[in-house]
């Protein structure tokens, strides 16, 4: 990580502001204060010229950095076992990935490489899940704050059907992730924050998920979880929890579907559920590379936006095989026709607004924290500043990251000199 703050950017710039409205600059700036924040942006012609260092990025775009709203720490090294479905899968390859976090070294390594990867892909803000340990967790949360990344992240809670290494009485655990809580929310200069996180239904007994309501509100914590990926498991959790109308309603009766909650996939939702979640303000974070890769089915993306309801996209490594977000947008915008703009937008504020962290970062808003991502497009990259944002996306694998940079700090890569 290196300690520039204080910079003014010349190149052109790109900021969402709604799904449908994106701020384009062809000859624009970004100037970033000591603190890290953003100053000011706009076009060049305008650039008020100070003692600041000029960072001339040439054909690179300047953009916020992206946000991953759903991804699971312990599973990079499982990404790609195909083959499986999700019940299956689960009990296969990523349990005994999971199982091995029991070794605080290990899960340091680990984390390591994980934090490296999110910001080796412009990943500026991550909504993680860790593993049921808790002092990996602690190393997980340690190495966060090296990285210099804005991340979102629990320990995952698990009371019941699971493997014996990865289940534990719901009341240890939902202590154990207050005082994670207590340790890391706020911390590395508020980079940091934590979420309660119940795996999904099935692996969930209702104490459990009571005892994770309670404290969600209690403390004013953040919620994350799964909600009907598949068909197999929304049976199950029909099985599990008969009283409940559906799925989320089994997250609703314990009081876990609020403003600051967020649900990975929601592929087998009726509009009815896609409307109680937009009524309680929470979040969608459709994974569609994860979906494809599973065969869970295809999100759908336009009864979702017809309720109203917040999106977010996440890469769900490991059932996600990259970390790329523009992976995850390409595939997301196959889903229906989406619009350049709304692609901006999924991939950075609205990632934020699911993560309830849109005041500091997902767009290049005066006031928020400088965290960008300098994109390389391919070299035949044309249009204006969207057009050739889109073809990153659609050309993945031609596009390069120069630079990650969180509150003004190079956190991967390097700015030109
Ligand atoms: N549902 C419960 N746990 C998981 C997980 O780790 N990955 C995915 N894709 N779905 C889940
Ligand atoms: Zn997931």
Same mark, same amino acid.
């Given at each position: 990580m290196s300690g520039r703050r204080g910079v003014l950017l010349k190149g052109a710039v790109l900021s969402p502001r709604s799904v449908d409205r994106a701020d384009s600059y062809e000859d624009g700036f970004v100037r970033v204060d000591d603190e890290g924040r953003i100053a000011a942006i706009g076009?060049?012609?305008d650039a008020?010229?100070?003692a600041d260092p000029i960072v001339e990025v040439g054909n690179a775009l300047i953009l916020p950095a992206f946000v991953d709203a759903h991804v699971h720490l312990p599973q990079i090294d499982v990404r790609a076992r195909y083959g499986l479905p999700l019940m299956a899968w689960l009990e296969q390859h990523v349990f005994p990935a999971e199982t091995a976090f029991a070794d605080p070294e290990h899960a340091e390594r680990v984390a390591?490489?994980?934090f490296h990867a999110l910001a080796g892909n412009g990943i500026g803000t991550a909504g993680v899940f860790a593993t049921v340990h808790v002092e990996a967790t602690h190393r997980a949360f340690e190495v966060a704050a090296n990285s210099g990344l804005r991340i979102v992240m629990g320990k995952v809670l698990m009371d019941v059907n699971g493997p014996p290494e990865l289940i534990e009485p719901a009341d240890r655990g939902i202590e154990a992730s207050l005082e994670l809580a207590e340790r890391w929310e706020g911390a590395a200069g508020g980079r940091?924050?934590?979420?309660?996180?119940p795996r999904f239904a099935p692996t969930s007994s209702a104490a459990l998920l009571s005892h994770a309501g309670r404290a969600a509100r209690k403390a004013g914590l953040r919620v994350q979880t799964h909600l009907a990926e598949q068909r197999e498991e929304v049976e199950i959790v029909g099985r599990l929890f008969p009283e409940a109308a559906d799925y /989320? $309603? =089994?997250?609703e009766q314990y009081g876990l579907v609020g403003e600051r909650s967020v649900f990975a996939h929601a592929i087998h939702c009726t509009d009815d559920a896609f409307g109680r979640l937009a009524n309680a303000g929470s979040t969608i974070v459709c994974c569609p590379t994860s979906n494809a890769f599973l065969g869970s089915g295809s999100f759908s993306l336009r009864r979702a936006k017809r309720a109203n309801v917040q999106i977010?996209?996440?890469?769900d490594v490991g059932a996600g095989p990259l970390f790329s977000p523009l992976d995850v947008l390409r595939h997301f915008a196959y889903l229906d026709r989406v619009e350049p703009a709304e692609l901006l937008y999924r991939g950075t504020l609205a990632g934020a607004e699911a993560l309830s962290l849109s005041h500091e970062t997902g767009s /290049? $808003? =005066?006031g928020n924290a400088a965290d960008l991502v300098v994109l390389e497009p391919p070299v035949d990259a044309v249009g204006d500043p969207l057009q050739r944002f889109v073809q990153c996306?659609?050309?993945n694998p031609e596009t390069q990251v120069v630079a990650t940079l969180v509150e003004g700090r190079v956190v991967y890569g390097r700015l030109p000199t």
């Open positions: 076009v060049w012609h008020l010229n100070d390591e490489r994980f940091l924050h934590t979420a309660i996180t /989320l $309603a =089994v997250y977010g996209v996440g890469s /290049l $808003a =005066v996306v659609f050309r």
